[in-house]
């Protein structure tokens, strides 16, 4: 699996010992902030086969299972499964590309929003198309884990939306400088909106408008834990999270932070820029699970 999805907790500190080889404190105890994201599984609901053709890709095939979640209905109206004939015309298909159609779990989740789940795909990786074919209809009906795609000390790329701010001036916006105290008229204000020629405003002057709630992609994220069972380990604060509570399902404890609020969906990958040859588990001396509220 190349993806996964999950529900932003908060934030935390840990100490590790820094594997950056090129850091100034290398080797040493040192104190980093992490996020923790809850990763309920994910269920499989259909399979569909890309393939190749002059304008781009073209879905070749798509079967459905025959246990849909309740909480689908939600999202989309109830689809029949496919038949075994359909199954079996879909394992005969060829193209270049075959992803698995999955849902999130909200329900399984203490701080989610919204009771609708999260419908979308995941590609199944590997060298052979027909294996991964096979693997994704065996994968039909399934429910998928983050272990399956999240190791301690592997790197992953996290997709997310930002915390959004609505309208903001070019102050808030952009950091410029203000105005001095003597300038006529405005003081959060830029000073000129470029040249004269060329006479239209280029993209490049900054200017008010919508500041955060943008799409944004974080590479090569360290994943420091995986907890399977908060129970056996535990990892919520005294007094829960902050706008989130409690952890009841597994989660991940990234290095560093992560877009968006609290209980905000993101997205993981298997990373596209990665600069590591072989992974090696990142030795947590530390976790913390003091209070963040003074409880």
Known sequence: MEGFAGFKVGMSHAFIVDYR???????????????????????????????????????????????????????????????????????????????????????????????????????????????????????????????????????????????GFGFQGHIQRWGVKLQPRKNSKHRRMIGTLGPHNPSFVSYRIPQAGQTGYHRRTQFNMRVLKVVKDPRVDPITPAGGFPHYGEVRSSCLVLHGSLPGPAKRLLRFRTPLRSHVSSVEKVDLRYFSVRSKQGA
């Open 21 to 163: 080889k090129r850091s100034t404190t290398a080797n040493q105890e040192v104190a980093v902030p992490v996020t923790v994201v809850e990763v309920p599984p994910l269920r499989v609901v259909g399979a569909r086969i890309y393939a190749r053709a002059p304008y781009g890709m073209r879905v070749a095939g798509e079967v459905w299972g025959d246990s849909p979640s309740e909480d689908l209905a939600r999202r989309i109206p109830k689809h029949p499964a496919s038949s075994p004939e359909a199954i079996a015309k879909f394992a005969a298909l060829e193209g270049s590309e075959v992803r698995l159609i999955v849902h999130t779990q909200p329900s399984l989740v203490t701080g989610s929003p919204s009771k609708t789940p999260t419908l979308f795909e995941v590609r199944v990786g590997g060298e052979k198309f027909d294996e991964r074919r096979a693997h994704a209809v065996k994968l039909l009906g399934q429910e998928l884990r983050a272990e399956d795609l999240a190791k301690e000390g592997e790197f992953l790329d996290v997709l997310g939306v930002t915390k």
